[in-house]
Nanobody
Framework: QVQVVESGGGLVQAGGSLRLSCAAS????????MGWYRQAPGKQRELVALVRSTGTTNYADSVQGRFIISRDNTKNTVYLQMNSLKPEDTAVYFC????????????????WGQGTQVTVSS
């Protein structure tokens, strides 16, 4: 019983910025990681950015230096600040959370948000 909800997508011109938000709620004991993935038409879903409970982050090469992932642990929320957007960033962006729901279960389950559309015009 975990929900993941994204917001913040929209239409911007190349060079502009957007900030995506994602909040996880429900039966959460702990969150191992939260991340952002994207899928463009005709392409497979790819990792954009990930932040672990330790604070370690990973970025796709295509967004390195332009996107920043951050988190607010008190709200189980992760953000993706997207700067210098390019038309090739156009995709549906999905948030995921790897969640442990019970202390006695030493494994996590992956939950996905519904996705938010990001469109970058040239």
């Amino acid at each position: 019983q975990v929900q993941v909800v994204e917001s913040g997508g929209g239409l911007v011109q190349a060079g502009g910025s957007l900030r995506l938000s994602c909040a996880a709620s429900g039966s959460i004991f702990s969150i191992d990681s939260m991340g952002w993935y994207r899928q463009a038409p005709g392409k497979q879903r790819e990792l954009v950015a990930l932040v672990r409970s330790t604070g370690t982050t990973n970025y796709a090469d295509s967004v390195q230096g332009r996107f920043i992932i951050s988190r607010d642990n008190t709200k189980n929320t992760v953000y993706l600040q997207m700067n210098s957007l390019k038309p090739e960033d156009t995709a549906v962006y999905f948030c995921n959370a790897d969640v442990r729901t019970r202390v006695e279960r030493p494994f996590s389950l992956r939950y996905w948000g519904q996705g938010t559309q990001v469109t970058v015009s040239s």
